[in-house]
């Protein structure tokens, strides 16, 4: 069974920074194709940003690229958002992902994911 635990939210004024974190219990993080999403109060789920295996490939939505990069340590088993240059909308629960894939194609449905973490709370005052 895979658990995933985020951490790393938090309250921050609008132009500031977080990083979050998504730690795995698996016993190879490499296996798994891993995204990050998030949903605000009476939004759909939506995607954030996705990275391979390998962590060599990477894409993000329109709404954060150039703002917040995905990476991820595979020795560690930890999954990582920066997120830079905050805004209100960014306002909402970050999960993460885990989708068992060694494959370069990465997903932007959350339906294509089946482990997920409990989400963490990220609001940005403006």
């Known amino acids: 069974q895979v658990q995933l635990v985020e951490s790393g939210g938090g309250l921050v004024q609008a132009g500031g920074s977080l990083r979050l974190s998504c730690a795995a219990s698996?016993?190879?993080?490499?296996?798994?194709?891993m995204g990050w999403f998030r949903q605000a109060p009476g939004s759909e789920r939506e995607f954030v940003a996705t990275i391979n295996w390998t962590g060599s490939t990477t894409y993000y939505s329109d709404s954060v690229k150039g703002r917040f990069t995905i990476s991820r340590d595979n020795a560690k088993n930890t999954l990582y958002l920066q997120m830079n240059s905050l805004k209100p909308e960014d306002t909402a629960v970050y999960y993460c992902a885990a989708l068992l894939s060694k494959l370069s194609r990465l997903y932007t449905s959350p339906d294509r994911y089946k482990y997920w973490g409990q989400g963490t709370q990220v609001t940005v005052s403006s």
């Open positions: 698996v016993r190879t993080l490499s296996d798994y194709t």
